[in-house]
């Protein structure tokens, strides 16, 4: 079993940054894909970004040269560098172990707990 532990959320302003990181551990070595969702509150939790094992990447349209996805494999941790935030960015985000096929990111019965990530205006 897989577990992950998300951190790096807060409160910052327009158009600031923050880098948000998952920490797997336990089976890792069954993990393939990773990828970031989020939600606010009263929405859908939707996809943001996805890596495969390889480092492909995709992204959700609404975050496309903003946000970059990286992983570290040797540390077993996931990173979400977010640039220019706005406040419809506002939301927990949570990471997640799945798979990736192509374009599109299936995601596993694995998530971690959320960190608050909040855009002032």
């Known amino acids: 079993q897989v577990q992950l532990v998300e951190s790096g959320g807060g409160l910052v302003q327009a158009g600031g940054s923050l880098r948000l990181s998952c920490a797997a551990s336990?089976?890792?070595?069954?993990?393939?894909?990773m990828g970031w969702y989020r939600q606010a509150p009263g929405k859908q939790r939707d996809l943001v970004a996805a890596?495969?094992?390889?480092?492909?990447?995709n992204y959700a349209d609404s975050v496309k040269g903003r946000f970059t996805i990286s992983r570290d494999n040797a540390k077993n941790t996931l990173y979400l560098q977010m640039n220019s935030l706005r406040p419809e960015d506002t939301a927990i985000y949570y990471c997640?172990?799945?798979?990736?096929?192509?374009?599109?990111?299936?995601?596993?019965?694995?998530w971690g707990q959320g960190t608050q990530v909040t855009v002032s205006s």
């Open positions: 997640n172990a799945g798979i990736l096929f192509g374009s599109y990111y299936a995601p596993g019965n694995v």
């Open positions: 336990g089976s890792t070595f069954s993990i393939n894909a």
């Open positions: 890596i495969s094992s390889g480092g492909s990447t």
